[in-house]
């Protein structure tokens, strides 16, 4: 059965059982032109699941997060979430005001379940100006909406220094029924798995139990969000997060037919990974994204070492803004990442093109090299020949521009 896949879509406003509702309320205190904050509620209590930042400094809203998933993962009646201000290093306030903006939700929501999930991010180290929070929630509950517009708007309202709104929607049958899956995702800069400074809410329409939802995301962002890197920073607030209504009546968990369940799988795959490749081919003043493709290593393990001391290094990242096909720099951080490479049998390719086979340069295939690196997307490819395990990596180019936009707040 295929699955139909639409880009740039509403958003979470497509998947029936959801409600979405955005504000513009000044949290980065330079005028209400810019949304801000938005509410993503379902119409009965549902089943969640989250994945979170295994940074040690982690924001207020993510360990609230995680602490109402562990006790009422089945009772979730929504997000709210903001962006100017990540609540992250507040102290005791910090979770003080994480509570208070689920209950303000929650109460201006209304009757039906009073468990929301609280996602911020923006600045670090400054407390929340919760009067402009709390008008912010009470506007974004009366907009609460399945239309199409709001659910442009609440995926704007998440946005920090991203330059365009990230949204993906999937669908597709069973027995008759349609499942719907779509999410929104913010994010460009101070990425780096696991995760990154970035936001996703997937919502669905399809029915499973918290610890089946807990799976599949799991599954889902160990090959797309734990899978990209633009500047080797993680942060505070890496939230991805999965709710779903079951309006649908089509149950997808540990019941369901293995047909199905895989069908649902590659759906949610298909949409962390779209939302996954937007973030990075939208970090901060990149000119480049790229694929680094590691095959043949002993274990995955290995092959991921690699992947992330190739597409984190540097002076790699700027050979790539210079459009430099430097192959000794991948060499280098590929044998640093000390995994026990084979030299005499590395091969490294950009794209198809091959620039070293059995350990030897080709140095013959230096301009078909130039040409793949002057794309704005490529891949470098390294086969290592030691075992069958890979690993990808979407990484980005290191530019002037990016020192500059980050030199300062």
């Known amino acids: 059965m295929s699955i139909e896949f639409t880009n740039d879509s509403p958003g979470i406003s497509d998947v029936p059982g959801f409600r979405v509702g955005a504000a513009a309320c000044d949290i980065r205190n330079k005028g209400t032109d810019r949304l801000d904050l938005t509410l993503v509620v379902a119409d009965q209590p549902c089943a969640a699941a989250g994945v979170f930042t295994t940074n040690d400094v982690k924001a207020a809203p993510v360990r609230f997060c995680q602490q109402v998933l562990a006790v009422s993962a089945d009772k979730i009646r929504g997000i709210v979430g903001n962006s100017?201000?990540?609540?992250?290093?507040?102290?005791?306030?910090?979770?003080?005001?994480?509570?208070?903006?689920?209950?303000?939700?929650?109460?201006?929501v209304g009757p039906g379940g009073d468990q929301f999930l609280v996602c911020s991010t923006g600045r670090i180290g400054e407390l929340l100006p919760m009067a402009k929070i709390a008008e912010g929630i009470k506007i974004s509950a009366v907009r609460l909406s399945r239309d199409a517009a709001e659910g442009v708007r609440s995926a704007n309202a998440i946005l920090t220094s991203d330059t365009r709104p990230k949204s993906v929607t999937a669908r597709f049958s069973w027995q008759g029924k349609t499942v719907t899956i779509a999410g929104?995702?913010?994010?460009?800069?101070?990425?780096?798995?696991?995760?990154?400074?970035?936001?996703?809410?997937?919502c669905t329409d399809a029915a499973a139990l918290p610890a089946e939802l807990k799976s599949a995301l799991k599954a889902a962002s160990?090959?797309?969000?734990?899978?990209?890197?633009?500047?080797?920073?993680?942060?505070?607030?890496?939230?991805?997060?999965?709710?779903?209504s079951g309006v649908s009546g089509v149950?997808?968990?540990?019941?369901?037919?293995?047909?199905l369940r895989q069908l649902f799988q590659e759906a949610l795959d298909k949409v962390c990974f779209a939302l996954a490749e937007k973030i990075v081919g939208d970090g901060e003043k990149i000119t480049k994204v790229v694929a680094v493709e590691v095959e043949g290593a002993?274990?995955?393990a290995d092959a991921e070492k690699i992947a992330r001391a190739i597409g984190n290094s540097l002076l790699v990242k700027s050979s790539w803004y210079g459009e430099d096909p430097n192959w000794g720099r991948l060499a280098d951080a590929a044998g640093y990442a000390r995994t026990g490479l084979d030299e005499s049998k590395l091969d490294i390719f950009y794209d198809d093109v091959p620039a070293v086979l059995g350990g030897k340069p080709l140095p013959e295939n230096k301009p078909q090299w130039k040409q793949v690196v002057?794309?704005?997307?490529?891949?470098v490819r390294l086969k290592l020949n030691l075992g069958e395990a890979k690993f990808r990596l979407l990484a980005a180019d290191l530019t002037d521009g990016y020192v500059n936009y980050n030199k300062s707040e």
């Open 184 to 202: 929104i995702a913010k994010g460009a800069g101070m990425i780096e798995p696991n995760m990154a400074t970035m936001l996703a809410f997937v």
């Open 84 to 108: 100017g201000n990540a609540n992250a290093c507040t102290s005791q306030q910090g979770d003080t005001d994480t509570v208070a903006m689920a209950r303000l939700a929650a109460a201006a």
């Open 251 to 259: 149950a997808v968990g540990a019941s369901a037919e293995p047909a």
């Open 298 to 300: 002993r274990t995955r």
């Open 222 to 244: 160990d090959q797309s969000f734990n899978c990209v890197s633009v500047d080797g920073d993680m942060s505070t607030n890496d939230t991805v997060l999965l709710l779903a």
């Open 374 to 379: 002057k794309a704005a997307r490529f891949a």
